[in-house]
């Protein structure tokens, strides 16, 4: 898969001064990795945000940061959001090595129809949304598909061994596990009559008499 190429400057601001950065539409970040030293950077607000619907946190990225050589093969490992507005206030990414595989979560995206679900005769449980993969930087992948059409009975389950990816990705989830199920319709159960939940008040006077009775045999 081709790297998402994104760009970014370095950057001067720090502590609480980078509030003055998200004023100006841009995003602070830290570009950090096994052989190179933590990098203070900064991202245009939009292009960050385009990169990151594209690659996710599990597609590489190709990180050219204004004043270097060479660009930065990276993948987003902590993405920080406005607690208010939602918006991306911090991201880090980690710079990878072309010849070191590396574990990362991906995300489970469900296509096409059950014709079980057409047809309004079951419901799809969607039990597992992402599985960790291993891969080199250059055959990580931003999602995995799962073709939902060929579930055409109830009880039809997909599981992690029925994933397909491409060569060079290995899945490290248990191949036993769920992802996608079929089940039959919840069917409503008839209610308990009222009168058959609680007494009626006739009955509630006679057990009143009653339990008074014996309290005067005491």
Known sequence: MK???????????????????????????????????????????????????????????????????????????????????????????????????????VNVVLVGESPVIVEGEGVLMHLLNEVTIEALPTALIAVIEVDISGLTEVGQTITVGDLVVPDGVEILTSPEDTVVQITYMAEEEDLEPVEELFPLEGELIEMGEASEDGEDED
Do not use: C, M
């Not at 190709?62 to 918006?87: C, N, S």
């Open 3 to 105: 790297a998402i190429e994104l760009r970014a400057q370095p950057r001067t601001l720090i502590g609480k001064k980078v509030k003055h950065l998200r004023q100006q539409d841009a995003v602070p970040g830290v570009v950090y990795g096994r052989h190179i030293d933590p990098l203070a950077v900064q991202f245009d607000a939009r292009e960050l945000l385009v990169a990151l619907n594209r690659a996710g946190t599990s597609a590489a990225v190709q990180l050219q940061v204004e004043g270097t050589h060479e660009p930065y093969l990276a993948i987003f490992r902590d993405v920080q959001h406005h607690p208010i507005r939602r918006d991306v206030s911090h991201v880090d990414l980690q710079a990878l090595s072309l010849d070191e595989t590396v574990q990362v979560p």
